[in-house]
């Protein structure tokens, strides 16, 4: 029974050096997981409903951009952009995707060209652009996320 007793009492010593242990704090744990995550990729891209049916990643990423610069250049294509600029045969178009599937449009010249009114472009760009299909938003960690990107959309195709 005594080597018993001393060797719970031992035990018991040795074991008091687990409770001085601290718990990490909240916010240094927060701090740490941030510091982990990569905040310039998804987990999964936004996609468009064309696309759903892709299962690998970079084809699904290649539909994506493609099903939007096609979907931009049908509607804004041959029209009013067209025989208003005829020297401008593609725009850059910043498009953004919001977690609620909601995007915005806005229209990106290059600093040094000829002077344009950009706010008559996006007026038109939005205009056009008002009923586009949905899209449905990026995936950061299960979460839908913001996410923006700058499309080359040609307007004028040589004849």
Not at 28 to 49: H, Y
Not at 127 to 132: A, E, G, R
Request: proline share 5%.
């Amino acid at each position: 029974m005594k080597k018993i007793s001393l060797f719970i009492f031992l035990l018991s010593l040795n074991s008091c050096q687990f409770f001085d242990k601290k718990a990490p704090d909240e916010q240094e744990l927060l701090e740490q997981e941030l510091k982990k995550i990569n905040w310039k990729e998804v987990d999964e891209f936004p996609t468009a409903f064309s696309c759903d049916s892709i299962l690998d990643t970079e084809l699904q990423k290649q539909c994506f951009f493609d099903n939007i610069i096609q979907n931009i250049q049908s509607r804004i294509g041959v029209d009013t952009l067209q025989i208003m600029y005829p020297e401008i045969d593609t725009i850059k178009v910043k498009v953004t995707i919001h977690p609620d599937a909601k995007i915005q449009f806005e229209t990106q010249i290059p600093k040094g060209t000829v002077s344009y009114d950009i706010a008559l472009i996006d007026s038109i760009l939005q205009q056009k652009l008002s009923d586009f299909p949905r899209i449905e938003p990026a995936i950061k960690r299960g979460i839908k996320v913001k996410s923006q990107f700058v499309l080359p959309v040609v307007i004028n195709v040589a004849e």
